[in-house]
């Protein structure tokens, strides 16, 4: 039986799944005959990179295009779409990293195509070139042969060298909404004639991930077990995830820190069948769904019904932080569970770690509680008369009087983290200790046990602080959340971030250098409902670079450099910046310079800069181009 994502793969540009943008700018250029000479193809799996490549190889040879787009019948077509036509190569650069094999591709680009009008060069997995491969290859991109396509697909394009993506023109394929998905996934059930239940395409969809591709594979695998209709539960057995209910008592259960209860779910799922990853991603997308809602962006969160309920209780048990935490938390174990592990005592052991650490529950919570109540009855004390003070100062007035109460509340929380963070120091001692020798994954690398508990005294000596010093960090609290978790605009804060405002703007995926610049003060709330000096630090740097899969953190100085790098705060980040951007993102961190006055002698690399943000900023559009002039109708140039 052919796979469904063979069967229904996009034979024209028209077919394509949520690449509305892409497919249009592409369907202009054939028309006009106007194609670019090399294309890069960026995006995550399952996109349409491929078949998009496919296409074009076809309709600069089809000998009876229709409005641009390949007829699919003609000679030329056929051969291709049945892989005898000796004129298009699909390359993979996994296998073919050498420069022999680049060597070798630029001698035979010189000569003419043996049948085709078009010569294409279809390279996959083109970061995988090394260095010396693209050498070569920039060469034959400098002074490109007019009978010659070449198309780059990539799902890492920050691994291709500036030299040949300031030569190509990029489309990023982004990831295709759930809501796309599902049409198509019930679509081609229609079409193979197979019942399927409305509700069990959205969950395959959502698992799907925004790759049609894989939502096809995982309908394969609904369709496999025989069930007619594909109702809801065939789905969950067949893709191995847990029953809702056993989610929502797992998700309870931590919520109260009841770690019989948790384990007690998760044991539960796995004797049904479920996997353990699916059961992590499921639980990571309800606890991001709580966190958004926890922070007032409860709009950003799209629920079954029944979900948004829970959402919204779990937010309200549990409104400062603690759900960042588990994401944080369960994506660790996720990345874990790629090493060879026992992946049921992976989950086991992170349930208990989030029932354990953190504001514990029983006795260590009572206390922290206590402190944070004297600390507020302290701040009232200390602070007297400012109470009274209306909110709204005028413009002008003393920075250093920030209004008491939200600074004071915050600083007492923050102040009682340590015993936290001791625990949680402990704790990635025992996990470096246990993991294999081989790479670990990076947000847990340099996990220190040694060096830790220096940097948390040093830390905790930062944070417990008397309310003058909140009024010297004052200024960095641009954005507060108050006690019932909604998003306020400090009043200090001035003109720069208007916290509320900002968020309820955010981007469907954050993708793009833009969309990073308008979610970037949700990233520091969302910082700073952990770590609040460390959001601190954050809101001095900006971003610099973004893909789908990546996000470039500019670092002004080098105590910012150095901060951000610190192996203790950053799965703090990388935490943050999931659950913003909805997805794991790899995090660089750059030295970027003071924003105001770039020094004379970093003038160079200040323009190389300059031209990654460019090239960031207009990823998707046409950057540069060296263009064919519209072979496809000319005679072949002899020469
Ligand atoms: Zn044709």
Not at 121 to 131: G, K, P, R, S
Not at 493 to 511: N, T
């Amino acid at each position: 039986m052919t796979a469904l994502y063979r069967k229904y793969r996009s034979a024209v540009l028209a077919d394509l799944i949520g690449q509305d943008d892409i497919v249009r700018t592409l369907s202009n250029e054939l028309r006009g005959g106007k194609l670019a000479h090399a294309y890069l193809f960026a995006g995550i799996r399952g996109t349409g990179k491929t078949s998009t490549a496919r296409i074009l190889a076809r309709a600069v040879n089809c000998l009876e295009p229709v409005e641009g787009e390949p007829c699919n019948r003609c000679q030329a077509c056929v051969e291709i779409l049945d892989g005898s036509a000796v004129d298009v190569l699909e390359i993979d650069a996994a296998s073919n990293r050498g420069i022999d094999e680049m060597r070798d591709l630029r001698e035979r680009v010189r000569y003419l195509p043996a049948k085709l009008r078009s010569k294409v060069y279809i390279i996959d997995e083109a970061h995988m070139l090394t260095t010396e491969a693209w050498n070569a290859f920039l060469k034959t991109l400098e002074e490109p042969p007019a009978h010659v396509l070449f198309i780059l697909c990539t799902t890492e394009p920050h691994k291709v060298p500036d030299t040949v993506r300031s030569r190509v023109q990029r489309f990023d394929f982004g990831r295709v909404s759930s809501a796309r998905i599902d049409d198509h996934l019930r679509s081609i059930a229609a079409q193979e004639g197979v019942e399927l239940d409305p509700a069990a395409a959205r969950l395959i969809a959502r698992a799907a991930q925004g790759s049609v591709r894989d939502g096809l594979s995982l309908l394969d695998q609904c369709f496999a077990t025989g069930d007619r209709p594909v109702t809801l539960e065939t789905c969950r057995r067949a893709l191995g995830l847990a029953h809702p209910d056993v989610i929502r008592a797992l998700l309870e259960g931590l919520a109260v820190r009841d770690a019989a209860g948790a384990l007690r779910a998760a044991g539960a799922a796995f004797d049904a069948g479920a996997d353990p990853r699916q059961l992590l991603r499921e639980c990571s997308r309800l606890a991001r769904a709580a966190e958004l809602v926890a922070v007032g962006f409860a709009e950003g969160v799209r629920l079954e019904a029944d979900e948004d309920e829970l959402c919204r209780r779990l937010a309200a048990q549990e409104p400062d932080g603690f759900w960042l935490r588990v994401l944080e938390e369960m994506g660790a174990a996720e990345l874990e569970l790629r090493q060879p592990v026992d992946a049921r005592l992976q989950v086991e052991a992170c349930l208990l770690r989030l029932c354990r650490g953190g504001s514990a529950g029983g006795g260590e919570e009572r206390l922290d509680r206590l402190e944070a109540r004297l600390g507020e009855l302290e701040g009232h004390l200390g602070s007297g008369a400012r109470e009274a003070r209306p909110v709204g100062r005028a413009p002008g007035a003393p920075a250093a009087a920030p209004p008491p109460a939200a600074p004071v509340h915050r600083a007492v929380r923050t102040a009682s983290e340590p015993s936290r963070t001791g625990s949680e120091a402990a704790r990635s001692g025992q996990r470096t200790a246990a993991a294999p020798a081989s790479d670990p994954p990076p947000r847990l690398s340099g996990a220190d046990p040694a060096g830790q508990p220096a940097d948390e005294a040093r830390a905790s000596g930062e944070l417990e602080v008397d309310p003058a010093e909140v009024s010297a960090v004052g200024p960095l609290g641009a954005v507060a959340a108050d006690s019932t978790g909604t998003v306020a605009a400090d009043p200090t804060a001035g003109a720069a971030e208007p916290g509320a405002a900002v968020v309820s703007r955010l981007p469907d995926s954050l993708v793009t250098l833009e969309a990073w610049q308008v979610a970037w003060p949700a990233l520091i709330e969302a910082v700073n409902r952990r770590d609040r000096v460390f959001a601190g630090v954050l809101r001095g740097c900006r971003p610099l670079a973004a893909g789908p899969d990546r996000l470039v953190v500019g670092a002004p100085y080098d105590f910012h450099l150095k901060q951000l790098g610190n192996p203790a705060k950053r799965p703090i980040l990388a935490g943050a910046v999931e659950a913003v951007a909805g997805g794991p993102r790899e995090l660089v961190v750059e030295f970027c310079g003071a924003p105001a006055a770039p020094a004379g002698g970093a003038a160079a690399d200040a323009g190389a800069q300059l031209t990654d943000a460019v090239v960031a900023t207009f990823a998707g559009s046409r950057i540069t181009s060296t263009r064919l002039v519209d072979h496809a109708h000319d005679p072949v140039d002899e020469g």
